[in-house]
């Protein structure tokens, strides 16, 4: 199975800064990656897709970059909004597997 | 509007069995392969099983395999987990998920406890 390591686990940052995680994977999904956000109580949403592709709905703030096995997914401007867990997922091949979680919190 | 609603959660015994629905609406169900996604506080997210738009191609976790079916009803535009021989470590959030753009429609999930 291919495995899906973000890091860090948790950032600590404050509204207006510009934060960046990072998805490694163990083996390249070429850019078959997509990035989640989880609010508490709430079902994950689709963010980004294909790497790069920003999702429907997705704030512009959102951007994303990456290929084979490294990914970063950046928020600029933070907004009180985006305090969330965050996930990568890759989905080049079965089983598809999920980063362990990036909590972001004020 | 888009939407996916899961049921048949519950509370069950080590070794038996629990049937989980999902009912899409607002969009066309036979344009795509449907998921079913588990979230437990431990292993995090799981992709669990996944159908094709007609039935007939499904993925499943290793864990799973031949005690979880994942069906399919393009009629009643509905997606099915029938779960057997349950194990403590079913117990998760389950997620009925519409596999557009990567995974780009989730429903609420419907909790799956399994203990004696």
């Known amino acids: 199975d291919i495995q899906m390591t973000q890091s860090p686990s948790t950032l600590s940052a404050s509204v207006g800064d510009r934060v960046t995680i990072t998805c490694r994977a163990s083996?390249?999904?070429?850019?078959?990656l997509a990035w989640y956000q989880q609010k508490s109580g709430r079902a994950p949403t689709l963010l980004i897709s294909?790497?790069?592709i920003l999702g429907s709905g997705a704030p512009s703030r959102f951007s994303a970059s990456g290929s084979v096995t490294e990914f970063t997914l950046t928020i600029s401007n933070l907004q009180p909004d985006d305090f969330a867990t965050y996930y990568c997922?890759?989905?080049?091949?079965?089983?598809?597997?999920f980063g362990q979680g990036t909590t972001l919190e004020i | 509007e888009v939407q996916l609603v899961e049921s048949g959660g519950g509370l069950v015994q080590p070794g038996g069995s629990l049937r989980l629905s999902c009912a899409a609406s607002?969009?066309?169900?036979?344009?795509?392969?449907m998921s079913w996604v588990r979230q437990t506080p431990g292993k995090g997210l799981e992709l669990v099983a996944n159908?094709?738009?007609?039935?007939?191609?499904?993925h499943y976790l290793d864990s799973v395999k031949g005690r979880f079916t994942i069906s399919r009803d393009n009629a009643k535009t509905s997606l099915y987990l029938q779960m057997s021989s349950l194990r403590d470590e079913d117990t998760a959030l389950y997620y009925c998920?519409?596999?557009?753009?990567?995974?780009?429609?989730w429903g609420q999930g419907t909790m799956v406890i399994v203990s004696s």
């Open positions: 998920v519409r596999r557009g753009e990567a995974f780009d429609i």
């Open positions: 159908i094709d738009q007609f039935g007939s191609e499904k």
């Open positions: 997922q890759q989905y080049y091949t079965y089983p598809y597997t």
């Open positions: 294909k790497a790069s």
């Open positions: 607002g969009f066309t169900f036979t344009t795509y392969w």
């Open positions: 083996q390249s999904i070429i850019e078959w």
